[in-house]
């Protein structure tokens, strides 16, 4: 075939060529697709592919090592029941302690969270959980959990954070804003905004952990409404849950929690919790120190089927 040489003739074998080339391109796209079917079916089907079953064994050697845990899992999990556990002192009790069973010990800690982890638990938020239960959203590989921490401790920072830390864990902060100084074993702000950006959600138990069943309409707005402004100011963070300081509630402090915008609270009954509960009294299980990681495993599985706590709680 000639050369084209007038203008006509180079603008038609140009046009060819564009179309020789998208043909080219369409046929190596569908290549691809087979490609990637292929390797889904063999990923599903074995030939040497990780099954489910080969990621939780790898998972929990990892966890028993203490190595950090990469989820990549992208298929949305359905909605369900989940813990949550209650953490408050990360240190071993001192002689003479008031409350010795608020303490877990460092090491303790650490061993409850890989005998979780090998069981196959993975640590998410309330916001997390609350996001899957009623927008199906998905959340991490795992049986989700929610590790709360109460009254803003500093060895929470020290111990419990860098633990979670190497499994790709998160936890959440239920902050008191008064009574805990950074001088009196209390967390820091800089310690606080350093969780925040690993992923922590921090909740709050109000402004000082008064009791709340009692209290006149003025100081539950206190409490409730004017502590969520200021750790919202603070921290820029939403706040949607609250703690009952050593779980007493009732409907009028329900009411407060509804009029000051938060979407639910935890409660001190043990259980899981589900998202047909009533989101203002979710049940929490708090961890002692005399559990040993196995039996801490064999605690919250044998609370699963319990139902929840009433809806009015004053106990």
């Known amino acids: 075939m000639s050369e084209p040489t007038t203008p006509q003739q180079i603008r038609r074998a140009a046009r060819r060529r564009a179309e020789r080339r998208r043909r080219r391109l369409a046929g190596l796209a569908v290549v691809c697709v087979a490609a990637a079917v292929a390797a889904a079916v063999a990923g599903l089907g074995g030939g040497g592919a990780k099954t489910p079953a080969r ?63 090998a069981a196959g638990y993975h640590a ?80 709050t138990q109000g402004y000082d952990h008064t009791g709340m069943v009692g209290l006149d309409a003025s100081a539950l707005r206190f409490q409730t409404a004017t502590t969520r402004r200021k750790i919202q100011r603070t921290f820029h963070v939403p706040v949607n849950w609250f703690c009952y300081p050593s779980g007493e509630y009732d409907p009028t402090v329900i009411a407060a929690l509804q009029a000051a915008g938060f979407r639910g609270s935890t409660t001190e009954y043990w259980g ?40 009015s709680g004053s106990h």
């Not at 902050?175 to 800089?190: D, E, K, R, V």
Request: hydrophobic share 40%; charged share 20%.
């Open 272 to 311: 899981w919790a589900g998202p047909n509960d009533n989101p203002y009294a979710l049940p929490r299980m708090e961890v002692h120190p005399t559990q040993s990681p196995s039996a801490l495993v064999a605690d919250i599985a044998s609370m699963r089927d319990d139902p929840p706590p009433p809806d």
């Open 55 to 117: 990621s939780k064994a790898k998972a929990a050697t990892l966890a028993r090592r203490g190595a950090t845990i990469v989820d990549h899992c992208l298929a949305p999990y359905s909605v369900e029941r989940a813990p949550i556990l209650e953490y408050h002192v990360i240190w071993q009790a001192p002689a003479g302690a008031p409350y010795p069973l608020l303490y877990v010990p460092p090491s303790l800690f650490a061993a409850q969270m890989r005998a979780l982890a």
């Open 124 to 203: 998410v938020t309330l916001d997390q959980l609350w996001a899957n239960w009623h927008q199906h959203k998905r959340l991490p590989c795992g049986k989700p959990i929610v590790l709360s921490f109460d009254n803003g401790y500093e060895t929470q920072f020290q111990y419990a954070a860098p633990v979670l830390k190497r499994l790709g864990w998160v936890g959440v902060e239920n902050l008191q804003l008064t009574g805990l100084s950074w001088a009196n074993g209390g967390i820091s702000h800089h310690e606080l905004r350093e969780l925040i950006r690993d992923g922590w959600e921090l909740d």
